[in-house]
């Protein structure tokens, strides 16, 4: 009696598990320069529960992190015991103009701590600015299709896209998404998270 009740508990909290998103990256997850409720983390889980979707979206952006300084506090972030995690790192390095190679090897270390913890990931893809030259942007930006390929993860390409160079989207630094930048990019990247996530029956 006893082990079919403790069964039966375990199957019932197994039936109830929300799964649990971490969106691990900078200042564009943090939500820099807008309202705690604007920021792209709340209404993504907004979004998605407007579909029926039952999620929790856990804020992991620190405004101005790098791939290395991800790498130093994902265990940390881990602890949430995400089902997936987006993972959107890569525009401050690029903004440094920090050597891609290293971008490169501290993403795919990142990405093995995901995986080995038992999490998807979507990798979220960012691309060099112009003023490094052609060969710094040709390295950097192909890191991301790169390491999609090799661990054979889902890869958005730009997180910005259709916000990056439009004034009306933006805040006035140019560079973070306002209000109505971060709903076009919740409603590009909704879709791509109810699918890996997976919809109710």
């Known amino acids: 009696m006893a082990v079919a009740l403790c069964l039966m508990i375990s199957g019932m909290s197994a039936a109830a598990h929300i799964p649990v998103i971490l969106d691990f990256g900078d200042s564009l997850s943090a939500g820099y320069g807008l309202a705690p409720e604007q920021a792209f983390p709340v209404r993504l889980e ?3 529960r407007r579909q029926g979707i039952e999620v929790r979206v856990v804020n992991g952006g620190v405004s101005g992190d790098t791939t290395a300084g991800g790498l130093a506090r994902l265990d940390w972030a881990l602890a949430d015991k995400p089902d997936l995690v ?9 903004l440094r103009g920090i050597d891609p190679a ?3 090897d501290n993403l795919d270390k990142i990405i093995r701590k995901i995986e080995a913890d038992g999490a998807k990931v979507l990798l979220v893809g960012m691309l060099a600015p112009p003023n490094w ?3 710094y942007k040709s390295d950097f930006d192909r890191i991301f299709p790169e390491l999609a390929k090799v661990h054979d993860v889902e890869l958005y390409p730009f997180f910005l896209e259709g ?4 004034p009306e989207l933006n805040q006035p630094d140019g560079l973070h998404p306002n209000e109505r930048g971060v709903a076009v990019l919740v409603d590009r990247l909704t879709p791509v998270v109810a699918r890996l996530v997976g919809s109710p029956s």
């Open 163 to 166: 916000v990056a160079m439009k």
């Open 102 to 104: 290293t971008v490169h």
């Open 133 to 135: 030259g052609a060969e």
């Open 46 to 48: 907004a979004a998605l």
């Open 86 to 94: 987006i993972l959107e790192l890569g525009a401050n390095d690029a």
